[in-house]
Nanobody, 125 residues
Framework: EVQLVESGGGLVQPGGSLRLSCAASGFAFSTYAMTWVRQGPGKGLEWVSVINSGGVSTSYADSVKGRFTISRDNAKNTLYLQMNSLKPEDTAVYYC??????????????????WGQGTQVTVSS
């Protein structure tokens, strides 16, 4: 009964900002690493960012580094992705996903076992 529900997507102009949220339930959210992945139109799944269970450690894809910030509020069972300086190439469906463990590394950070329905982000003028 793991559930991950993304929200906050929408249409924004290049250079704009959005904050995505992921409401988690059905598992011990505070004990698992979480990740954001995305899929652009006609493209494969792309890893975006990851955060460990305690929120102490984060990593980002080079394509979003310096523009996106991942965070979590374990008391609210919620994961966030702050997206600034958005570019048209950021257009995608963004998915919140649960990893299988508390920690991550460069080889397991895209190995998730559950994901949500996604939220559409469109960056266009």
């Amino acid at each position: 009964e793991v559930q991950l529900v993304e929200s906050g997507g929408g249409l924004v102009q290049p250079g704009g900002s959005l904050r995505l949220s992921c409401a988690a339930s059905g598992f011990a959210f505070s004990t698992y690493a979480m990740t954001w992945v995305r899929q652009g139109p006609g493209k494969g799944l792309e890893w975006v960012s990851v955060i460990n269970s305690g929120g102490v450690s984060t990593s980002y894809a080079d394509s979003v580094k310096g523009r996106f910030t991942i965070s979590r509020d374990n008391a609210k069972n919620t994961l966030y992705l702050q997206m600034n300086s958005l570019k048209p190439e950021d257009t995608a469906v963004y998915y919140c996903a649960k990893l299988k463990y508390s920690d991550y590394n460069s080889r397991n950070r895209d190995e998730f076992d559950y994901w949500g329905q996604g939220t559409q982000v469109t960056v266009s003028s």
